[in-house]
């Protein structure tokens, strides 16, 4: 799933990376390259302890809902890919049916999009988007 994040820098400081979509998730780094890398080593920490905690995962929003934010003013937004899967349980193999064409869609998107290693990946992160939605 992409993650939005905003960077802030203050004089004399590392760049601060806050998540909106994830309350209590932060990172910091030296460099651009470097926070947004101990990014993805903090949602997985944070994640984890969701999960210890019994508590339900976050699901990102665009952007676009969080830009009036002043909490978010002169920050410059970036997106984090974090695969949430090894987040959700054990994989349970079920059957379903699926349309040819549908079905050739989906496996030529997976082979084209690295965001997907599979097609079992790919119709989890489209039923995660679906679930996320009021």
Same mark, same amino acid.
């Given at each position: 799933m992409k993650f939005p994040v905003?960077?802030?820098?203050?004089?004399?400081?590392?760049?601060g990376v806050t998540l909106p979509d994830v309350p209590g998730c932060f990172s910091a780094g030296s460099t651009v390259d470097e926070a947004l890398d101990n990014t993805k080593d903090a949602l997985a920490l944070h994640f984890e302890g969701l999960l210890a905690d019994g508590e339900e995962l976050p699901q990102p929003q665009s952007i676009d809902?969080? @830009? $009036?934010? =002043?909490d978010y003013a002169g920050g410059v937004w970036a997106v984090i890919e974090f695969d949430i899967t090894p987040y959700l349980g054990k994989a349970v193999r079920f059957n379903a049916t699926l349309?040819?064409?549908?079905?050739?869609?989906i496996?030529?998107?997976?082979?084209?999009?690295?965001?997907?290693?599979?097609?079992?990946?790919?119709?989890?992160?489209?039923?995660?988007?679906? @679930? $996320?939605? =009021?």
């Open positions: 905003v960077l802030h820098k203050d004089p004399g400081s590392d760049y809902l969080h @830009l $009036a934010n =002043p349309p040819e064409h549908l079905l050739q869609r496996d030529d998107r997976v082979s084209k999009d690295h965001r997907y290693s599979s097609r079992s990946g790919f119709l989890a992160t489209a039923a995660l988007r679906e @679930l $996320a939605q =009021p």
